[in-house]
């Protein structure tokens, strides 16, 4: 019992930060409403690791702001490893830095592996000041140490690297340089039907299908046998056009993502459901905190079984660094680095 309780302050604490906002904290948040720089629908999105569709950010506020680089740091806290002191083993796992043109575009992103705190390779991606309808936007290797070659990328890249193909006046495609998979985007409402988008594209069975575009989605899926819809994800959204709802039917299991916003639009925190035939499985929590600013600086990510029991949770802390400062908060890093340096 004791345990349970322990748990659950602890993740109230890091979620909150052990702190109250004061109340003129609180107005400035809210009147950055609707002003973050990072869509999180994207960030944490099916789409997240398409590196040829760089659309997780405002362009609009980034450049506005001033802001040149975003950090992203993700910290993994295991509650079933402990310190002398009794603290939980937080370890760095992984690091992604988003540099930005003057457009506020995409410059160039690199993904840095960790494992005992210990850098063990990273590979960087480039990009054009440009971007299509679809969000597509060119990237090229710049460098790759470690988990990844020199030369050519293997087959177990985490991520998808796409290369422009064709365009008609009834779709976009596109092709992944490592899978060889074709992805589809269809714009017009006209063309959504699978007989109609099997007759313009044939796609093969593990080829991808978009409806609308990678930076606002309606629906993705494989199409099987011309006809036959598999792995499909449903977007749903408000009259804002927030996004409200996810829906993952990747048989035998479904996810359920159901997206918070506050009163005047903010982003607030999200909750993805799990279930299998058999009915369900898991919750995942995530929750944000923002800076004075009122933009995102942390994520905590929680798992809880059916047994509300979670032994791992992951904490992401985000830096922007801008023309003329960092709004980084270094206390609220202090409690995650400072065990790692002993």
Same mark, same amino acid.
């Given at each position: 019992m004791f345990r349970i309780l322990s748990l659950?302050?602890?993740?109230l604490c890091i979620a909150s930060g052990c702190k109250e906002g004061s109340s003129a904290d609180r107005a400035i948040i809210e009147e950055q409403n609707g002003k973050d720089p990072i869509f999180i629908d994207r960030l944490y999105g099916e789409t997240e690791n398409y590196l040829s569709f760089p659309v997780w950010f405002d362009s609009n506020l980034i450049s506005k702001e001033g802001i040149s680089r975003?950090?992203?740091?993700?910290?993994?806290i295991d509650l079933d490893d402990t310190l002398e002191n009794g603290q939980p083993v937080q370890s760095l796992r992984e690091r992604r830095q988003y540099w930005f043109f003057a457009s506020g575009r995409v410059k160039k992103i690199r993904v840095t592996h960790y494992y005992d705190d210990q850098d063990v390779g990273h590979m960087t991606f480039g990009y054009y000041d440009t971007i299509d309808q679809a969000g597509f936007s060119a990237a090229y290797k710049m460098d790759a140490t470690g988990f990844l070659p020199d030369a050519d990328l293997p087959a177990d890249f985490p991520f998808r690297l796409d290369r422009f193909v064709n365009k008609t006046p009834k779709l976009l495609s596109y092709r992944d340089e490592v899978s060889k998979t074709g992805l589809f985007v269809f714009n017009s409402p006209a063309n959504w039907g699978v007989v109609s988008i099997d007759s313009i594209a044939n796609p093969k069975a593990s080829d991808w299908i978009i409806l609308g575009t990678v930076i606002e989605p309606e629906r993705m899926f494989h199409l099987k046998n011309k006809v036959v819809?598999?792995?499909?994800?449903?977007?749903?959204?408000?009259?804002?056009?927030? @996004? @409200?709802?996810?829906? /993952?039917?990747?048989?035998?299991?479904? /996810?359920?993502?159901?997206?918070?916003?506050?009163?005047?639009g903010n982003f607030n925190h999200f909750i993805d459901s799990t279930f299998s035939d058999e009915g369900f499985l898991s919750h995942t929590y995530h929750l944000l905190s923002r800076n004075k600013r009122g933009w995102i600086d942390?994520? /905590?990510?929680?798992?809880?079984?059916?047994?509300?029991?979670? @032994?791992a949770i992951r904490v992401e802390f985000f830096k922007y660094e801008t023309e003329h400062a960092s709004t980084a908060d270094p206390n609220k890093m202090r409690n995650f680095t400072k065990n790692q340096k002993k």
């Open positions: 659950s302050l602890l993740f975003i950090d992203r740091s993700i910290f993994l819809i598999e792995n499909e994800i449903n977007w749903k959204r408000n009259y804002q056009k927030n @996004t @409200t709802r996810l829906s /993952v039917d990747n048989y035998p299991f479904y /996810v359920h993502r159901n997206y918070a916003y506050a009163k005047g942390k994520m /905590v990510r929680k798992k809880e079984n059916q047994g509300h029991q979670s @032994t």
